[in-house]
């Protein structure tokens, strides 16, 4: 099959095998709540418990007195650990952060493909949640079943990996369980193994679902997106099945992997990255400046452009840079960059983002 063609067919192919219904009538699948008839019973959800050796339970929201819940809310460790919140609390006329009626806080691949069984045989919304770090609402949804894959936190450290069925040379790589964070990989990684992975800035996004997205770093001028180092992955697909999937098994599966969105295709339970030797050098950079007029800001947003051209657009530099909200001058506008493996002329090149802006800063 072509990967555009799976592309467009594999979803709904996916949907209606889980669901054992017809392909056509995959789209209009309207999906149970519990005031619904056939909204699973008691002993079907302890049915379920037993499946998954006890981890099924039902989602409860903590309660706090609000200027604990402020503190506790503004923790991002905090709210990883608990199945009900999410790191963002919805977007205004998209979504809001809603939790689920029950959670499965699985274990291993067969916790999950249980918890996937059971979502097609009794049509529940199923969800999925890693970090907890999607802006798009897709690690909750009321009236749910939730598989949340915290616990799923393994690490291993290859000195040479290669993928199931393939004859590729081993390299050095990483398996990561679905749960990890990027924090747990880099100190994996770079503190114990010497050498570097391509993730995110933040550190407790979740791997898999950077991964799944494609996942932009800011070293990714020099190694790529995170999803290019995806060396294997293993899957739980919408009809129970666990698979493990790479360039020479099911390759259009795993090529969707790389940047198809996190639950697209089914429900990643490990990960295997590619590893990078460790750059000699890291640094980062990080100026507020005002700017005390509008002209003055414009020759500013225009020196930094040119600077980024002549000498920022390299393997070595990943920038931000944030312009102040509109409001009145004078306003503070930032300008942060982190760099590896560069020399001292190009660590030298950043204070030249102040020169021939000044008199109106």
Known sequence: ??????????????????????????????????????????????????????????????????????????????????????????????????????????????????????????NLRLVVKGGGHSYLGTSNAPDSLLLWTRKMNTIKIHDGFTPVGSTA?????????????????????????????????CTTVGVTGLILGGGFGSFSKAYGMAAASLLEAEIVTADGIVRTVNEAREPDLFWALKGGGGGTFGIVTRLTLATQPLPDKFGALNLTLRARSDEALRRLVERFVDLYASDLFDPHWGEQVRVGPDKPPPRDDGVSGAIQGAGPRRIQAAPGLCSGASGGL
């Open 1 to 122: 099959m072509r990967r555009r063609q799976f592309l467009a067919s594999s979803l709904m192919t996916l949907a209606a095998s889980g669901l054992h219904i017809d392909r056509a009538n995959a789209a209009a699948i309207s999906r149970l709540r519990p005031s619904m008839p056939g909204w699973p019973t008691e002993p079907e959800w302890e049915a379920l418990n037993q499946a998954t050796s006890g981890r099924l339970s039902r989602v409860i929201v903590p309660t706090r007195t609000e200027p604990e819940a402020k503190r506790l809310l503004a923790n991002p460790f905090y709210v990883g650990d608990e199945p009900g919140l999410t790191q963002s609390s919805g977007w205004l006329d998209a979504w809001r952060s809603s939790p689920s009626a029950y959670v499965v806080a699985a274990e291993n691949a067969a916790d999950v493909a249980a918890a996937v069984r059971f979502a097609g045989t009794h």
């Open 169 to 201: 040379a081993p390299i050095p790589a990483v398996s990561l369980g679905s749960g990890c964070i990027w924090l747990h990989a880099y100190q994996a990684v770079t503190g114990g193994a010497g050498r570097y992975v391509q993730g995110g800035g």
